[in-house]
Nanobody
Framework: QLQLLVSGGGFVQPGGSLSLSCAAS????????IGWYRQAPGKQRELVAQ???????NYVNSVKGRFTISRDNAKNTMYLQMNSLQPEETAVYSC???????????????WGQGTQVTVSS
């Protein structure tokens, strides 16, 4: 019943910035990891950034120093601030959450709807 609602994305020129949001609703849960993935045309899907339940953050090397992942626990929302975007980062970006529903002993992986990010002049 958990829903991951993604907002943001769009068209931006090289060097520009975009911000993505992923809000969870509809269920009670605890978080194992949450993160952002992307899949460019003709490429494999890759993990862009993620946060663990303990606050540990990992980035793919290519975005370090330019992208920032953050979370607002009170709002059950995760963000990805993307700066200095490059054309090769044109991709469908997706929100991912590995969570434990309250009262259950197993984890469930949820995906939000993908959002298109296009970087082009």
């Amino acid at each position: 019943q958990l829903q991951l609602l993604v907002s943001g994305g769009g068209f931006v020129q090289p060097g520009g910035s975009l911000s993505l949001s992923c809000a969870a609703s509809g269920s009670i849960f605890t978080v194992n990891t949450i993160g952002w993935y992307r899949q460019a045309p003709g490429k494999q899907r890759e993990l862009v950034a993620q946060i663990s339940s303990g606050g540990t953050i990992n980035y793919v090397n290519s975005v370090k120093g330019r992208f920032t992942i953050s979370r607002d626990n009170a709002k059950n929302t995760m963000y990805l601030q993307m700066n200095s975007l490059q054309p090769e980062e044109t991709a469908v970006y997706s929100c991912n959450a590995d969570i434990n529903p309250i009262g259950l002993s197993f984890s469930i992986i949820y995906w939000g709807q993908g959002t298109q990010v296009t970087v082009s002049s």
